[in-house]
């Protein structure tokens, strides 16, 4: 965890020198149905974070549990409304990250990382991916890949600025 916060922290004071005015967003996947170590991984990168003066928000699907654990944390968030499609959450994503000026996005949500961060990357907006085994392109500026697995790091890369 270390190490992923020291690149996330350098990634941040490269772009914007001044952090204590860094915003950014967490897109991470909180469906019941899907368990819960991709919101345990973000829980922890936003609470370092945090300590280290950045702010940070949430947005999440509908999930009881979730919603009450952000309460007690004391992070903002924001709940994507059920039944819609993939590109109206994307849409929805979007129109939130520029309506409250954050920074960038970071994003943890499997099969569905890849098409959120391509129309980010499409519509100018920094964006993050956590992956290990679902994005076959990289449209982000930084990609982390957690598995040890060698077929799951075979990228075609997108974006030219991007670090992994």
Not at 113 to 125: A, C, I, P, T
Request: net charge positive.
């Amino acid at each position: 965890m270390e190490w992923l916060l020291k690149h996330l922290i350098y990634y941040s004071i490269k772009k914007f020198k001044d952090l204590t005015r860094k915003k950014i967003a967490i897109r991470c996947l909180t469906k019941p149905s899907k368990g819960f170590g991709h919101f345990s991984r973000c829980l922890n990168v936003a609470n370092s974070l945090k300590n280290n003066n950045i702010r940070v928000s949430f947005i999440i699907d509908h999930n009881k549990y979730v919603l009450t654990k952000l309460k007690q944390l004391n992070f903002s968030y924001a709940v994507v409304p059920k039944n819609l499609s993939t590109f109206q959450e994307s849409k929805f994503t979007l129109d939130y990250l520029q309506k409250y000026e954050f920074d960038s996005l970071i994003i943890d949500m499997r099969e569905y990382g890849e098409n959120l961060s391509k129309f980010l990357y499409k519509n100018n907006f920094k964006n993050i991916v956590f992956d290990d085994a679902w994005c076959k392109n990289v449209y982000a500026e930084l990609l982390f890949n957690g598995t040890n697995v060698s077929q799951y790091h075979d990228y075609k890369i997108i974006n030219q600025n991007s670090k992994q």
